[in-house]
């Protein structure tokens, strides 16, 4: 009867065979000794397995994410935007002002457009876009019948309050270099804010029959 041969998983010493590279009586599968590398390589110092010496999260560097270098000079702060807006009017940069929009309301048919310039302006300044604003208002703003009703009405007496609140600010002083607006005609004195009272007719008759009607009275 022919002797079996040694099964190669049992950890038992395994006489010479068929791989030169092994030495004789050390079994090529059995378990590595505690402690030692199973793959054969060995690590970099300081670093992982087979990665060519990279450090480990702690070693050498602060964990990824969390960088702890000083920075450049250059960074350190940001440069203050070249077209920040400096205090005072936006147009002379009177420091005098007052922060309230003017407003302009266009209202054609079904179309509609708003206009807003929004402040600081001083006083000359803020005048002189008041009465612009209006006039183009009273002029192209009461050609839709919302806008009639609605939008128009409410534009000009915004900017009756802007001009309530610009007409208090003292004379401005505009920064060297700059000049402020010019007022121009009130708005009175203007042909163009006379338009309007063609609409307020029509709007007018309007109103007046439809009284009528309900009333009786014709």
């Given at each position: 009867m022919?002797t079996?041969?040694?099964?190669?998983?049992?950890?038992?010493?395994?006489?010479?065979?068929?791989?030169?590279?092994a030495?004789?009586?050390?079994n090529?599968?059995?378990?590595?000794p505690?402690?030692?590398?199973?793959?054969?390589?060995?690590p970099?110092?300081?670093?992982?397995?087979?990665?060519?010496?990279?450090?480990?999260?702690?070693?050498?560097?602060?964990?990824?994410?969390?960088?702890?270098?000083?920075?450049?000079?250059?960074?350190?702060?940001?440069?203050?935007?070249p077209?920040?807006q400096?205090?005072?009017?936006r147009?002379?940069g009177?420091?005098?002002?007052?922060?309230?929009?003017?407003?302009?309301?266009?209202?054609?048919?079904?179309?509609?457009r708003?206009?807003t310039?929004n402040?600081?302006?001083?006083?000359?300044?803020?005048?002189?876009?008041?009465?612009?604003?209006?006039?183009?208002?009273?002029?192209?703003?009461?050609?839709?019948?919302i806008?009639l009703?609605?939008?128009t009405?409410?534009?000009?007496?915004?900017?009756?309050?802007?001009?309530m609140?610009?007409?208090?600010?003292?004379?401005?002083?505009?920064?060297?270099?700059?000049?402020?607006?010019?007022?121009?005609?009130?708005?009175?004195?203007?042909?163009?804010a006379y338009?309007?009272?063609?609409?307020?007719?029509?709007?007018?008759?309007?109103?007046?029959n439809?009284f009528?009607?309900?009333?009786?009275?014709?």
């Amino acid at each position: 009867m022919s002797t079996p041969p040694p099964n190669p998983y049992s950890g038992a010493p395994v006489p010479p065979g068929p791989h030169p590279g092994a030495p004789a009586g050390q079994n090529p599968y059995g378990q590595p000794p505690a402690g030692a590398n199973p793959y054969g390589q060995q690590p970099a110092p300081g670093g992982y397995p087979g990665q060519g010496g990279y450090p480990a999260p702690g070693q050498g560097h602060p964990a990824p994410g969390y960088p702890q270098q000083p920075q450049h000079p250059q960074y350190a702060a940001p440069y203050p935007h070249p077209h920040a807006q400096a205090p005072g009017c936006r147009q002379c940069g009177a420091p005098e002002t007052a922060n309230f929009a003017v407003r302009a309301h266009v209202g054609v048919l079904i179309l509609m457009r708003f206009h807003t310039l929004n402040g600081p302006f001083c006083r000359q300044c803020g005048r002189s876009l008041i009465r612009t604003m209006t006039t183009k208002t009273l002029c192209q703003g009461w050609w839709s019948p919302i806008s009639l009703v609605i939008f128009t009405p409410f534009t000009l007496l915004w900017n009756l309050f802007a001009a309530m609140k610009y007409a208090k600010l003292p004379h401005p002083t505009p920064a060297p270099g700059r000049q402020p607006l010019e007022e121009g005609p009130p708005v009175h004195a203007r042909p163009l804010a006379y338009v309007a009272i063609i609409p307020l007719l029509w709007a007018t008759w309007v109103a007046v029959n439809i009284f009528l009607d309900v009333s009786g009275r014709r």
